[in-house]
């Protein structure tokens, strides 16, 4: 898995491309989202459009990083998983608990009014 980050709007923008399933660069935007959040960001969606396969470790990351802004008051969005994706969260019913959006502007508008 690769990541990049943006800001929009003072909200961080996180693109996951390829498969979900822990290791390295896993950790390593772990560690970034927590300096963030450190430093006051509050909000962030999290786009998993190329996301393409994603195991329970690729669940537990999703949890982890809606646990963290959660606890600072914060709030997180999905944006347009994949039909996979979207059936994996229905299966283990994390859709009730995730915000998702179609698109990094819907995000962005929903984000913005849970402040």
């Not at 195991?55 to 537990?60: A, Q, R």
């Not at 979207?86 to 995000?107: D, G, P, R, Y």
Request: hydrophobic letters at 45%; one cysteine or more; proline letters at 1%.
């Amino acid at each position: 898995m690769t990541y990049t980050t943006e800001w929009i709007e003072q909200i961080m923008v996180i693109r996951l491309e390829g498969d979900l399933i822990g290791g390295f660069s896993t950790q390593t935007m772990l560690d970034e989202v927590n300096e963030k959040i450190t430093e006051g960001t509050r909000l962030c969606a999290v786009d998993i459009e190329q996301v393409r396969y994603m195991n329970s470790t690729g669940i537990d990351v999703l949890i982890t990083l809606l646990t963290k802004f959660r606890n600072k008051g914060g709030e997180i969005v999905i944006i347009n998983p994949s039909e996979q994706v979207k059936k994996l969260l229905i299966i283990t019913k994390l859709n009730a608990i995730f915000h998702l959006a179609v698109s990094t502007e819907e995000a962005v508008e929903v984000l913005k009014s849970s402040v």
